[in-house]
């Protein structure tokens, strides 16, 4: 990535977290957290990944809710950041975290099967 996209990329990680925390009334949209914002070449496109807190449902629900409300955040997102053309919004669950989560469970139990062995 460029420079300017990854300043850029900061820029919306930071502005969006705000949004989402401080604008957005919808009941739906549990404890999110913006891990990462990405855009495609020409930064016409920007994909949101979030971390959300939560069963699955609770999850996916919050997904639904932001990409329902990507219009708004996309409005708000235009006042406060000074672009040519605001790139289009999409947002995506980071499954990164549950990957580790399941790669340290199953080092955890591998542990365990090796301390059973040695005694």
């Known amino acids: 990535m ?3 996209t990854e300043k850029l990329a900061r820029l919306f990680q930071k502005e969006v977290s705000l949004i989402i925390a401080r604008d957005l009334t919808n ?3 549990g ?3 913006v891990t990462a914002v990405q855009f495609n070449n020409d930064t016409s496109k ?3 990944y979030i971390s959300i807190f939560g069963e699955k449902k609770a999850r996916e629900k919050s997904i639904t809710a932001l990409n329902k409300a990507k219009g708004a955040v996309r409005h ?3 006042e406060r950041v000074v672009l040519r053309y605001m790139p289009e919004i999409e947002f995506k669950e ?3 975290y549950d990957q580790i989560e399941k790669t340290l469970s199953i080092i955890k ?3 365990d099967k090796k301390n059973k ?3």
């Open 94 to 96: 980071d499954l990164q």
């Open 117 to 119: 062995n040695e005694k």
């Open 109 to 111: 139990t591998l542990e």
């Open 2 to 4: 460029h420079l300017r």
């Open 76 to 78: 708000l997102l235009a």
């Open 27 to 29: 009941q739906d949209i």
């Open 31 to 33: 404890f999110v957290t």
């Open 46 to 48: 920007a994909t949101v």
